[in-house]
């Protein structure tokens, strides 16, 4: 398993400070509409891929989910993790999503937060989750938008006074490695289009429930300055998939 970027200091440190790190869900623009695609997880045994600080493992045992497994690469985000969302049915492992072995049939639940744009085979990563799915289990996910990844930098375009003029769309169709900008370091994602998200879904043998562009909410677009320029263009893609028995 490879080196984590979140296991760097410096970067860590910075990502600390942003307000989903804060704040956990709350400060999170996207979970007022995430949320409500979750299933009911009472009694639900829940994969959490890529969980961080472990708010959504959390969020899933207050809803009274009967385990919780949460897989991230990343030592220090699973030590922030078992600091502030610990619980005794709340286990942590460090693995990669594509390291990690899921026990066949045995999740109701499997959800995953702003990962898979860092992942470049999303077909394997299907697969495995619908492996270790019970029939009629569920996938819920977020990931970057198609549009966000596509030109690869990330970053608006500005007029000579630093006025925002629009955001760039690039090789949209050209899947792949993309190098862009994040806390004032270089981070590796792979864009993949929205066709390649949906059917990579339906041939694994998924059933789409649903898919959302969230919006940030109304006291986020009013309290947040800049916030109301998330409107110009979508930044995440929300899917929720049910496996077909």
């Not at 694994?204 to 429930?209: A, D």
Request: hydrophobic share 35%; net charge negative; with cysteine.
């Amino acid at each position: 398993m490879g080196t984590n970027k979140y296991d760097n200091e410096n970067f860590f440190d910075k990502y600390s400070q942003m307000a989903r790190s804060i704040y956990g869900l709350q400060g999170a623009g996207e979970w007022h509409t995430f949320k409500k695609m979750f299933p009911n997880l009472e009694g639900k045994s829940v994969l959490d891929l890529g969980c961080g600080y472990g708010w959504h493992c959390k969020y899933a045992v207050e809803n009274n989910a009967k385990e919780v497994v949460g897989i991230d690469s990343s030592e220090k985000m699973l030590g922030k993790a078992r600091e502030i969302n610990n619980d005794v049915k709340i286990e942590y492992m460090n693995s990669s999503i594509e390291e990690v072995v899921i026990k066949k049939d045995y999740f109701d639940v499997v959800i995953s937060s702003l990962v898979f744009h860092y992942i470049k085979d999303f077909n394997s990563v299907c697969k495995k989750v619908y492996d270790g799915l019970k029939d009629d289990g569920d996938f819920v996910f977020s990931v970057e938008h198609p549009i966000f990844t596509a030109e690869g930098k990330q970053e608006w375009y500005s007029d000579e006074a630093g006025d925002i003029m629009h955001w760039p769309v690039d090789n949209y169709f050209i899947e792949g490695k993309r190098t862009s900008n994040f806390l004032g370091e270089e981070v590796i994602k792979y864009h993949k289009t929205l066709t390649t998200y949906i059917n990579t879904l339906l041939k694994c043998g998924f059933e789409i429930k649903e898919v959302i562009e969230p919006m940030p909410p109304k006291e986020m677009l009013e309290e947040i300055q800049g916030m109301k320029d998330e409107l110009r263009r979508p930044m995440m893609l929300l899917i929720s998939a049910r496996k077909r028995k």
